[in-house]
C-alpha cells in the first residue's frame, strides 16, 4: 500500500510540474480524497491509480485557463477603452493647440503658471496665519494689559485725590462751626448734608481733575498692536457702523483705516472683557481697587481677540513675498512651526515660482515677437532696439503697478502716498530688492486684492525677465563663439585643438595659421 501511494504521489507530482496552474488548498484536499477513493476501489491496483487525478486535474486546468482568457480579454478592453480615450482628448488637445495657438499658450503657460502660484500663496500662507496667529494675540494682549495696567493706575490716583478733597472740605467744614454748632444748627440732616457736601466737592475734584475714558487713554498711549495673521471684523461691540466711525472720530481714530478701526474694537473688547470678569465678582468699581492682586489676576485673564479670525488674505501676501524673494521685513513668523514651513514649503515654492515665471516670460516674450513679424518690426526681436524696447516696457510697467497702488490706498483709508514715492515701492518689488520701507500693510489686505496687485508685479518679473535674456542676446552677439569654453578646453586636453597663432601672422593680418 505505502509503494502505491508513492507512485500515485509521484504521478500527481510529474502533473503539477507539467502544468502550472493557480491551485488552491481546497483543490489540494479535493485531490487527495480522490486519489484514496480511486485506491479503494482498484484494490490497490497501480496501472488504475490516478486516473480520476489525472482528469480531475485536467478538468481544473481547462476551468482556470477559461477564466485566465476571460480576466485577460476584460483586461485588454479596458486597456482598449483608456487607450482610446487618452487618443481622443490628445486628438482634441492638438487640435485646439495648433489651432488657437494664442489661447492655448496663454491659458497653459501663462494663466494657470501665474494661478497656481496664487493658490499656492493661499494655501501655505493660510496655514502660516493660523499657526502665528496664537502668538500674535498674545502680543496684543500684553501689550493692552500694560496699557490697561497704566489706566487703572491713573483711575486709582484720581479716586484718591477725590477722596482727600471731598474728606478736607467736609473736614475743614466741621472744624470752623464745631460739632456741637453742627449739631444744634442742623439736628435733623447732618449726615445728609455731610454726603452732600462730599458729593460737591467729588464733582468739583472731578471738574479740575477728570478721569479720561479707558479706550481714549488706551489709544492715547499707542499701543502697537499688529494685525498681520488675524482680522478683528467678526463682532462689533461697540454699535452700528455708524456709531462706531463716530466713536472711532471722538477717541482720534480714522474710521476709514482698517488698522485703526480694528485697534479701538480690540481695545475695546478687552476692556469689556475686564468688566465682565470685574461684575462676576460682585465687587462694586470703587472697592476693586482695594483688591490688588484680584485687580491683577482680572487684567491677566482678558483678551481682546473675542471674535478675531484667521487672516488668511495677510497670510497669501506674505507667502508672496516668500517664494517671489522679495521680503519686506514688515512681519515674520516667530514661531518654531512657523519658521519651519518656510524652511521647507517656501523653499520649494521659491525653486516653482522660478520654473513658472520662466515659462511666462516665454510666453510673452513670443507673443510679443510673433507681432513684431507681422509689422516687419524685426529690429525689435533681436539686437539693441529689442534691449531697449524691454527695458522701457519693464518701467512703465513699475509706473502702472504704482499708480494701481495709488489708487489702492485711497480706495481703503482715502490718503495715499505721492506718486513717486510709490513708483520707489514699485522698482524695489520688481527688482525684489525689498527693502521694507514702503510695503502694502496685512492690516486692510483681502482675498480679492490677490488677484491684481500681486498679479501685476508677476507680469513685472517676466517683462524684466525677457529685458535679461535679450541683454544676454545681444552680448553673445557681440562675442560670438562657434566653440565655448568648455569646447576649447576639452580640445587642448586631448591635443587635438590648433595650435596658437603666432605673433608675426598676427601682426601681418593673417587670419589663420595652420600648422600640424
Known sequence: ???????????????????????????????????????????????????????????????????????????????????????????????????????????????????????????????????????????????????????????????????????????CLVNAIGDEAMEKAFPDNLIQTTENIQECAFKSAKHRFPITEPLAFLVASEAALTFNWMNCWGE??????????????????????????????????????????????GIPSERIFLFKDLMLDLVHQSSGSRGCEVHIAGGALFWFTIFTTIGYGNTAPESDEGRFLVCTAGFLTIVLFLALNNTAAQV?????????????????????????????????????????????????????????????????????????????????????DMFHLPLLVLVGFNFLGIFAEKSIDLYNDYFPEQHGYADILEERRSGKGPNPMPLSAQLMGVTAVAEC
Not at 248 to 253: E, F, R, S, W, Y
Not at 423 to 444: A, L
Open 236 to 281: 462689533n461691540t461697540i454699535g452700528d457702523e455708524n456709531a462706531t466711525r463716530i466713536w472711532l472720530q471722538n477717541v482720534g481714530l480714522n474710521e476709514q483705516d482698517n488698522c485703526d478701526q480694528q485697534l479701538g474694537r480690540y481695545l475695546h473688547r478687552f476692556g469689556n472683557d475686564f468688566e465682565r470678569r470685574k461684575n462676576q465678582t
Open 364 to 448: 510673452w516674450k513670443n507673443l510679443f515677437e510673433h507681432y513684431f513679424h507681422k509689422l516687419n518690426l524685426s529690429f525689435l526681436i533681436r539686437g539693441p532696439l529689442s534691449v531697449l524696447f524691454w527695458l522701457t516696457m519693464t518701467f512703465l510697467w513699475m509706473l502702472v503697478l504704482a499708480s494701481v497702488v495709488m489708487a489702492y490706498q485711497m480706495g481703503r483709508y482715502g490718503d495715499a502716498r505721492p506718486l513717486k514715492d510709490l513708483y520707489w515701492f514699485s522698482f524695489v518689488t520688481v527688482t525684489t530688492v525689498g527693502f521694507g520701507d514702503i510695503h502694502v500693510r496685512h492690516e486692510e489686505f483681502t482675498g480679492c
Open 1 to 171: 500500500m505505502s509503494v502505491i501511494f508513492q507512485k500515485v504521489g509521484s504521478a500527481s507530482s510529474v502533473l503539477s510540474h507539467q502544468r502550472p496552474s493557480n491551485r488552491g488548498p481546497e483543490w489540494e484536499e479535493s485531490l487527495g480524497r480522490v486519489q484514496e477513493e480511486e485506491v479503494e476501489e482498484r484494490g490497490g491496483s497501480p496501472e488504475s491509480v490516478g486516473s480520476k487525478a489525472e482528469s480531475l486535474t485536467q478538468e481544473h486546468e481547462q476551468q482556470g485557463a477559461a477564466t485566465e482568457s476571460d480576466d485577460f480579454e476584460d483586461e485588454f478592453d479596458q486597456g482598449n477603452k483608456s487607450s482610446e480615450m487618452m487618443t481622443e482628448a490628445h486628438s482634441r488637445l492638438y487640435n485646439f493647440k495648433h489651432g488657437m495657438p494664442h489661447i492655448y499658450y496663454i491659458s497653459t503657460h501663462l494663466v494657470l503658471p501665474l494661478m497656481t502660484l496664487i493658490g499656492m500663496a493661499f494655501l501655505f500662507g493660510g496655514i502660516l496665519a493660523k499657526i502665528e496667529m496664537k502668538g500674535e494675540i498674545e502680543s496684543n494682549d500684553a501689550l493692552s494689559r500694560n496699557v490697561f495696567l497704566k489706566y487703572m493706575k491713573h483711575i486709582a490716583d484720581r479716586q484718591s485725590i477725590y477722596s482727600s478733597m471731598a474728606n478736607t472740605s467736609v473736614q
